[in-house]
Each structure stands twice: as structure tokens, then as C-alpha cells.
């Protein structure tokens, strides 16, 4: 028998033995029309952005540099965490906060979706890195996919193409490791038949084999569920990595702080999906003298240095942002980047004269095409832009960049901040005791669902560190984790952890705090905290200001809702527990036990 030949898979750019054989193996499963090896330049950019635009994908955005509108199938709008697997070996190793398959299981219903999944269509092999390029250990991945729409994203989101593929051999020819993520969006085309704007699939699977560092996609064409270097490889698989090997990857944003007397800071801060984390990296501060710089948005991971501190690196190059509510008010540096142009926006409206618009941008010009691609007006019942719908922005374009975002030795943290969207319950900042202490309010967090995942949303869940949908094992492994971490390091050394809410309400529904930039104010407390300088009122739930001990000189708001925001409620807080109780009861023989005296303690301090 001869081997199937398929144009473009042996035009390899690389020697690379095990990346061949496995594109080889993937071509022969998917059956695509053609391979092409993706090399990251602008002529392939200028390339597939045309093909795209031809295939009713993209629209050219006439308003913004070299940048496109894309509406998504509407049942493709967001991640699917019902439909997102931690295949180990083990059940317990995937833990009960996710599912689980056996592997050879889900190998073998996924390998019989994957046959000819690709025909009619191009398969692109995009090596790429998460974390700079310089790094001693680059941490390399391939994704396999046959979405143009994919390689573009990947562009912006990694550092991808020849750059990347040049660190997969060494110079003395040691081909290093890489993570393989295959992605199809399960779109066959038959011979003449008419491709649509959004292929995918209705049946879908976001499956991770951590033992084998493993991703395989299958069906969407969503950024979590197919941006494959994002969730998948630099939290679900990293996660895995750092419990492996000493360190951990998690859901946070990293920004740099200078004080009014030059001192650095860097801030690393984990609130869910749609909780506020790229607002927060980008924040123009509303206080004096005070600046914030961006370092990531989304994604920490974190090494102890040689010091003895805790050293935080940014591994994507991107951010896909949440654009419903971000404007020249809320997120004044998240305009300003993509006003450059060189972006991508999926599911916002587009405005008659080729730009785009959204829910919370301004005033809604009298015609749009909303993201369900139909005639909108203001007055509309329909939102003009779904609620998950993003922007993808080079990070590199961004004016408040830090300029060490891009050094792999990262960055030392001073605080860790934990945080969720809770309409009561929750104060404003409340500062831990300790590691352990703190261990236990990031292990317990909640927040109400958000639109960036399928589902009803506004429902309050324990979401622990954020990281509910993207912890790669075990949680009580996980959480024990957190807790060995803390031991390695001197207590002075290890950051000191914050538990935040921005998203207190009043009875009649409105924010009790401003928010946004005017979140610099609980930023500086806790910096003076560190520094011995701020005071606070020890509660049963930790240390938090009065209004008295934050800065709001020329607050925006009301001091009684600032005062409200503040408030700890032993009653709201008593209800609290059994929540909490639940949660750990779900969590099982693997919570460790420090967590359990934690909650002892709590209920102890409630009386
Ligand atoms: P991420 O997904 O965690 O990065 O969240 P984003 O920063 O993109 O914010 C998600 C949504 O929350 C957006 O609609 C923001 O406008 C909104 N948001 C962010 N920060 C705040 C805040 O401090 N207060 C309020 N009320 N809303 C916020
Ligand atoms: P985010 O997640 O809301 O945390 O930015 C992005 C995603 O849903 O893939
Ligand atoms: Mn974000």
C-alpha cells in the first residue's frame, strides 16, 4: 500500500521528527484538500484575511486599519464547559469539578469525528509559543487546525509561524517537546457544495489528555474552544505542568503599579470569565501620581526566582477582549489599542460606514447589522452585539504595555488579588491573613455566571482561583497545591492576597462602587498595606478599610453605597456557610485539611 499523498504535508519547513509524523498521522485521519505550514509573516496574513473576506467570514472594517468584523453561527458564541473533558487516566485525577472520559474512549469517538473532517478544506500546522521567545525552556505548542479564522486569532494571541518553529531543534539538533493541539471545526465540504460564514459543528468536544500534555478540539470555532495556546494549553495543560514540576499557571492578569514615589509593584489579580480581569490590567487610574502599566490579561504563570519570589510571566502576545461595556470611560487603553487597527472583532455590531459598535460604546448610530448579521435600530428588544463578543488586539500596540511584558524572567508580585461578581455578601477588599488564609478565600471564591460561558447566567457558583473551568486535575490536589506553595517560600517573600468585589449592588440593582478606574484607589491600599501604611478593622473575614482608610478624594459615587460596598453583614455571611460547606463536601477526601480548619475558624469568628 502507498502512502496517501496529500499536496503541501511533506513541504515541511523543519526536520523535526515527531511533529512530522503527527501532522503526517493528522492528514491521513482528516483527509484535507491541502497542508500548509503556517509561517506567521504579513503576506500570509494579507492572504488568509482576503480568503476570509471572500468567503463571507470577515468584513473589512473601513473605519480601522487592517482590521475585520466576524459574526459567529449563534449556537458558537461562547466556551462549552459541558462539553469539556480532562481525560486522565484516572477519574480522580480529573477531580469532581470536571468531566472525564476514559481516554481510549473518548480517543476512539473523537478519531472517528476527526475522519475526513478536513475534506475540501485546508489544514494549517501553526507552531507557536506561549511566553516569550527568548525563553530558556520555551514552552512550544502546534495547533492543527483547518479555520483560517483560527490562524489569524493565533497571530495576534501567540508567537507563532517561523519565529516559533525555529526554537522547536536546538543548535546542537535536540528537537525539543511541544504540546500538540488538534482542532477541526468538523466542516467537511463535498465536492461543489457551498461553504457557509461560520462552519462548525453542533457536536463539539473541548478534550484535554493531561498525562500525554494533549489537546484535542473538536467542532467550534469560539476562541476558548479553539484558540488552542489560550485555556487549553496555558491553563488546563500548564496547570498539570506546574503541579508536575513547582509551579503554577493560572486565570490572572499581571499590571505593573508606580507609586507617586517611583516604587514598583506588580499586581497579579484572578476574577472569572467577564469579571473584570483585562479592565483591570489596562486601568487608567483616577488618583494622582499613580500609574498602571499591562503586563498580561488573562493568563500568570508563576515561578519562584532565585530570591525567593514569586516571578509572574504572561505567555500570550494578545488580548481577546469582552468589548460590551469597554469604552473611552470604562477602558480608555482598550480603545486606544484597537484604534490602531490590526484587530479582529467577533460577534459586536457593525455600523453602516464600516466600523463597530456595542452595547456600553456611545449612542447607537439609527442602522446597524447586529452580531446575528439582521437590521437593528435603536429601540431594538435584541442586543446589537452579544454579550461574549470580543476583541483580539496585539498587545504589542498597546500604549500602556509595561516594557518588561515580553522578558521571561517575569516579574516579582507584590499582591495577589481574588475577586468575583457578587451582588451582596462580599466587601469591597478584604485582606487575608496569611497564605493559608488566603488560600481559603481564593479556594472558596464565587461569582454569578457570565456570558462567556454556555449557560444561564447570573447564577452564583464557587468558582475557586477563577479557575473552575480550567483547573487540569484534580481541585483538592489542586488547592493542597496552593497550600505547598506557600511553604516554599519565606512568608515575607510570598505575596499577599486580596479578595476584591467590584460588583456589590444596592437595592435597587445599581453598583454600591464605581469601578473601573477608580478601582487605583483600592489598588493603592493594598500597597500601603504591604507597606505597613494603611490601617484596617480586623472582622471574622479578615482585615478591611473603613471609607476613612481608603483614598476618595474626588471619588466618583456616593459615600453611603462606598460605605455599603464595605460593609461585612455576619448575617449575609452566616448564610454564606452552608454554601461553602457544600462546596468543600464536593471537593471531598482531597480538600486539605488546613482549608477545613480555615472554615472552622470562620464559623467560630461568626459566632
Ligand atoms: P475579563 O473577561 O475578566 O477580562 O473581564 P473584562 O475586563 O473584559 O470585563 C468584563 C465586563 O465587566 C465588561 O463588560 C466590563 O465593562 C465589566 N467590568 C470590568 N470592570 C468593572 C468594574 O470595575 N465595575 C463594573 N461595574 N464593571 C466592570
Ligand atoms: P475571558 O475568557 O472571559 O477570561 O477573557 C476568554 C474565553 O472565554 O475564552
Ligand atoms: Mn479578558
Redesign the pocket.
Given at each position: 500500500m502507498t502512502a496517501v499523498t496529500i499536496p503541501g504535508v511533506d513541504q515541511a519547513p523543519t526536520t523535526h521528527k515527531r511533529l512530522l509524523a503527527w501532522v503526517r498521522e493528522v492528514a491521513e485521519l482528516t483527509a484535507p484538500e491541502q497542508v500548509v505550514w503556517v509561517d506567521g509573516s504579513e503576506e500570509e496574513w494579507t492572504r488568509l484575511t482576503d480568503k476570509l473576506v471572500d468567503a463571507g467570514t470577515f468584513t473589512r472594517l473601513d473605519k480601522k486599519p487592517n482590521s475585520f468584523y466576524a459574526a459567529s453561527d449563534p449556537n458558537d458564541v461562547a466556551r462549552v464547559e459541558e462539553r469539556t473533558y480532562i481525560c486522565a487516566v484516572d477519574e480522580a485525577d480529573a477531580g469532581p469539578t470536571n468531566n472525564w472520559m476514559d481516554p481510549a474512549e473518548m480517543k476512539s469517538i473523537m478519531t472517528e469525528l476527526y475522519r475526513g473532517s478536513m475534506r475540501g478544506r485546508t489544514m494549517y500546522v501553526i507552531p507557536f509559543c506561549m511566553g516569550p521567545l527568548n525563553a530558556e525552556n520555551p514552552m512550544l505548542g502546534v495547533e492543527i487546525t483547518d479555520s483560517e479564522y483560527v490562524v489569524v486569532s493565533m497571530k495576534i494571541m501567540t508567537r507563532m509561524g517561523t519565529k516559533a518553529l525555529d526554537r522547536f531543534i536546538d543548535a546542537d539538533g535536540t528537537e525539543r517537546d511541544f504540546v500538540p493541539a488538534l482542532h477541526s471545526i468538523g466542516a467537511p465540504l463535498e465536492p461543489g457544495q457551498a461553504d457557509v460564514a461560520w462552519p462548525c459543528n453542533d457536536t463539539k468536544y473541548i478534550v484535554h489528555f493531561p498525562e500525554e500534555r494533549l489537546i484535542w478540539s473538536f467542532g467550534s470555532g469560539y476562541g476558548g474552544n479553539a484558540l488552542l495556546g489560550k485555556k487549553c494549553y496555558s491553563l488546563r495543560i500548564a496547570s498539570v505542568i506546574g503541579r508536575d514540576e513547582g509551579w503554577l499557571a493560572e486565570h490572572m492578569?499581571i499590571l505593573k503599579l508606580t507609586s507617586p514615589e517611583d516604587k514598583v509593584y506588580y499586581v497579579a489579580a484572578a476574577?472569572?470569565?467577564?469579571?473584570?480581569?483585562?479592565?483591570?490590567?489596562?486601568l487608567d487610574p483616577t488618583i494622582p501620581g499613580w500609574k498602571v502599566e499591562t503586563i498580561g490579561?488573562?493568563i500568570a504563570w508563576m515561578r519562584f526566582g532565585e530570591d525567593g519570589r514569586l516571578y509572574a510571566v504572561n505567555p500570550e502576545n494578545g488580548f481577546f477582549?469582552?468589548?460590551?461595556?469597554?469604552d473611552y470611560h470604562?477602558?480608555p487603553n482598550?480603545m486606544r489599542t484597537i484604534a490602531k487597527g490590526n484587530s479582529l472583532f467577533t460577534n459586536v455590531a457593525l455600523t453602516d460606514d464600516g466600523d463597530i459598535w456595542w452595547e456600553?460604546i456611545g449612542d447607537a448610530p439609527e442602522h446597524l447589522t447586529s452580531w446575528k448579521k439582521a437590521d437593528w435600530a435603536p429601540g431594538s428588544e435584541e442586543k446589537a452585539a452579544h454579550?461574549n463578543s470580543r476583541y483580539c488586539t496585539p498587545i504589542d500596540q498597546c500604549d500602556t504595555k509595561a516594557a518588561e511584558w515580553d522578558d521571561p524572567k517575569g516579574v516579582p508580585i507584590s499582591a495577589i488579588f481574588f475577586g468575583g461578581?457578587r451582588a451582596t455578601t462580599i466587601p469591597l477588599v478584604t485582606e487575608s491573613r496569611d497564605w493559608q488564609h488566603g488560600t481559603f478565600m481564593g479556594a472558596t471564591l464565587s461569582s454569578e455566571t457570565?456570558a462567556?460561558a454556555v449557560g444561564k447566567t447570573g447564577v452564583v457558583r464557587r468558582d475557586p482561583m477563577?479557575m473552575l473551568p480550567f483547573i487540569g486535575y484534580n481541585a483538592g490536589d489542586y488547592f493542597n497545591h496552593w497550600i505547598e506553595t506557600g511553604k516554599r517560600a519565606d512568608a515575607t517573600k510570598l505575596p499577599k492576597i486580596f479578595y476584591v468585589n467590584?460588583?456589590r449592588r444596592g437595592d435597587d440593582k445599581r453598583?454600591l462602587?464605581?469601578?473601573?478606574g477608580?478601582?487605583s484607589r483600592v489598588l493603592k491600599w493594598a500597597i500601603e498595606r504591604i507597606e505597613g501604611k494603611a490601617a484596617a478593622r480586623e472582622t471574622p473575614i479578615g482585615w478591611v478599610p473603613t471609607a476613612d482608610e481608603l483614598d476618595l478624594d474626588g471619588v466618583e459615587g456616593d459615600r453611603a453605597d462606598i460605605e455599603a460596598a464595605l460593609e461585612v453583614s455576619a448575617e449575609e455571611w452566616r448564610a454564606e456557610i452552608p454554601l461553602i460547606e457544600e462546596w468543600f463536601d464536593k471537593i471531598g477526601d482531597k480538600l486539605p485539611t488546613p482549608l477545613r480548619d480555615e472554615l472552622e475558624a470562620l464559623k467560630q469568628r461568626l459566632g
Open positions: 492578569l476574577f472569572p470569565s467577564a469579571c473584570g480581569k483585562t479592565n483591570l490590567a489596562m490579561d488573562d477582549g469582552v468589548a460590551p461595556g469597554t470604562t477602558n482598550a456600553g454579550p461578581r457570565t462567556a477563577a467590584w460588583f453598583f462602587w464605581p469601578g473601573f477608580e478601582n
